[in-house]
C-alpha cells in the first residue's frame, strides 16, 4: 500500500468504524421500536445493557428519541457527527461525493432533531443515505490506498458488535477471512488473524488489535 500518515489512517479506520456502526445501530433501533410496541416493552433496555447503558424510557416514542438523539457517545447523532469529523480529518483522501453524503446525513439529523417526533419513517430512510455511502466507496475508491483501511473499519465494527450485543462469536467468526483479504491490501504478507476463542473478551481483544498491529507493523 502506498504510505499515508498514521494520522490519516487512524482517522480513515475510524470513519469507517462510525459509518458502519451507524447502520447496525439504526437496523437494531428499528428492530427494539417494533419489539417494544408488541413483544416486550423492555427489550431495548435489556440489550442496552449490554453495552453498558442504562436507558431509561416510558413509551416507543421516548426510546426513539433518546437513541437517536440523546444518549451520550452512542446515539445516532453522536455517531454520524463522529464520522462527519473523521471524514473531514481526511476530507482530501475523500471522494468529494462522498464526503458531501456524510456531511449532508449529519445536516439530515441535525434537522430532525428539531421536530417534536421522531418519525420511524424518516428514520429508515437514513439507511438508503448509507447505502449511498458505502457506494460512493465502492466505485470512487477502487483500488485505492484509503479504500482498505475504511473497509477495515466497516468490518472490525460488525464483528465488534456481533460479539457484544448478540454474544455471537459464531457470526464474526465468518467474517474472519474477509478481515484477513482487506489486512492483506493493508499489510500484504500480514500474520492471518484467527477467531476461534470461545471466550468472548479474548475475541474482541484480538477483534480491536488488528488495526494497531497492521500499521506498526508498515511503520516497521
Not at 446515539?75 to 464526503?99: D, K
Not at 456531511?103 to 430532525?112: D, G, I, S, T, V
Not at 493493508?186 to 480491536?208: E, M, V
Amino acid at each position: 500500500m502506498i504510505l499515508i500518515s498514521p494520522q490519516t489512517a487512524e482517522s480513515l479506520y475510524w470513519m469507517g468504524r462510525y459509518i458502519q456502526r451507524s447502520e447496525s445501530m439504526t437496523r437494531l433501533i428499528i428492530a427494539l421500536f417494533d419489539k417494544i410496541i408488541d413483544e416486550n416493552f423492555n427489550e431495548a433496555k435489556e440489550l442496552y445493557e449490554k453495552l453498558g447503558i442504562a436507558l431509561h424510557y416510558t413509551s416507543s416514542q421516548a426510546f426513539l428519541r433518546k437513541s437517536v438523539f440523546e444518549l451520550d457517545f452512542i446515539s445516532l447523532l453522536y455517531v454520524i457527527n463522529t464520522a462527519r469529523e473523521n471524514a473531514i480529518l481526511t476530507r482530501s483522501h475523500l471522494p468529494n461525493r462522498m464526503f458531501s453524503r456524510i456531511n449532508a446525513l449529519y445536516l439530515k439529523y441535525q434537522a430532525a432533531k428539531e421536530e417534536p417526533t421522531v418519525s420511524i419513517y424518516w428514520l429508515e430512510s437514513t439507511l438508503q443515505e448509507l447505502d449511498a455511502i458505502w457506494g460512493n466507496l465502492e466505485l470512487s475508491l477502487v483500488e485505492s490506498k484509503e479504500a482498505p483501511l475504511i473497509e477495515l473499519g466497516k468490518v472490525v465494527e460488525r464483528m465488534d458488535l456481533s460479539i457484544r450485543l448478540f454474544d455471537s462469536i459464531e457470526a464474526a467468526v465468518w467474517d474472519t477471512e474477509k478481515l484477513n483479504v482487506i489486512a492483506d491490501k493493508i499489510r500484504p504478507g500480514h500474520k492471518k488473524i484467527l477467531l476461534s476463542s470461545s471466550k468472548k473478551a479474548k475475541a474482541l481483544a484480538t477483534i480491536n488489535s488488528v488495526f494497531g498491529a497492521l500499521i506498526t507493523s508498515h511503520e516497521s
